[in-house]
C-alpha cells in the first residue's frame, strides 16, 4: 500500500513560538506533496503545492512567510508554522501523490495544532 | 478555493435506513472520489469515479456521476451505527502537473441505533 505519515499527530505551543510538522511517504516517492488545513466542522482547504526541490506553490491568502513549506526530498516535506497564533490552531493535514496519476494521492493522519 | 458544495449538510438517520448525500462542482473534473472522516481523524478514501462513468458501487456504497449537471449523490444503504462521519467529496480538475484535490463542505451524518 502507500502509506503517509505525519508528525506529531498533535502538539499545543505557546503563542508566539514556531511548529514544524513533517510529513513523510513512507513507501513511495513523491514528487508532488500537498498541505490542507481543517477548522472544526469545516473541509479541507489547500493551503500549498510542494514540489521536491522547489519553492512551495502557495493558495490565495495563505502567507508564503508564515507557512513555510520545505520539500527537501521525495520522501519528506515539512510545515512549519512561524510565530504561531490561536488563530493557526488547526488540523493540519498533507497528502502525497505517488507518480503523475491524479487518483494516484495519499493522505496523512493529520496533525492536530493549539495554539494557546 | 472550494469546489464541491454538499448538501445536506448535516443528516441524521436511524440505523439500516439508507442515506443519501449529494456533492456539486463548478468546472469540468477528471474524476470525483468521495472520503469519510471520522472526528478529529484523518482521511478515509471510499471511492473514486471517472469524468466518464455514470455509477459506480463499492459494498454498501453507491456513487453517481451526471457530468451535465455538474453533480455527484453518494448512497450509503443499510446505515450503522459506524458509519457516524463527515462524507466530503473532492475533485480532481486535470491542469499542469500538480493537481490537487478541492473538497466540498461536506455532509455530517449521524446513525443512530
Known amino acids: ?116 | 478555493s472550494q469546489q464541491g458544495e454538499e448538501d445536506p449538510q448535516a443528516l441524521s438517520i436511524q440505523e439500516g435506513e439508507n442515506a443519501t448525500m449529494n456533492c456539486s462542482y463548478k468546472t469540468s473534473i477528471n474524476n470525483l472520489q468521495w472520503y469519510r472522516q471520522n472526528s478529529g481523524r484523518g482521511l478515509v478514501h471510499l471511492i473514486l469515479i471517472r469524468s466518464n462513468e455514470r455509477e459506480k458501487h463499492s459494498g454498501r456504497l453507491r456513487v453517481t456521476l451526471d457530468t451535465s449537471k455538474k453533480s455527484s449523490s453518494l448512497l450509503i444503504t443499510a446505515s450503522r451505527a459506524a458509519d457516524t462521519a463527515s462524507y466530503f467529496c473532492a475533485t480532481a480538475v486535470f491542469s499542469s502537473g500538480n493537481t490537487p484535490l478541492v473538497f466540498g463542505k461536506g455532509t455530517r451524518l449521524s446513525v443512530i441505533a
Not at chain 1, 508566539?16 to 473541509?43: H, N
Open chain 1, 1 to 116: 500500500g502507500a502509506v503517509v505519515s505525519q508528525h506529531p499527530s498533535w502538539v499545543i505551543c505557546k503563542s508566539g513560538t514556531s511548529v514544524k510538522i513533517e510529513c513523510r511517504s513512507l513507501d513511495f516517492q513523491a514528487t508532488t506533496m500537498f498541505w490542507y488545513r481543517q477548522f472544526p466542522k469545516q473541509s479541507l482547504m489547500l493551503m500549498a503545492t510542494s514540489n521536491e526541490g522547489s519553492k512551495a506553490t502557495y493558495e490565495q491568502g495563505v502567507e508564503k512567510d508564515k507557512f513555510l513549506i520545505n520539500h527537501a526530498s521525495l520522501t519528506l516535506s515539512t510545515l512549519t508554522v512561524t510565530s504561531a497564533h490561536p488563530e493557526d490552531s488547526s488540523f493540519y493535514i498533507c497528502s502525497a501523490r505517488r507518480g503523475l496519476a491524479i487518483n494516484e494521492q495519499f493522505f496523512g493522519p493529520g496533525t492536530r495544532l493549539t495554539v494557546l
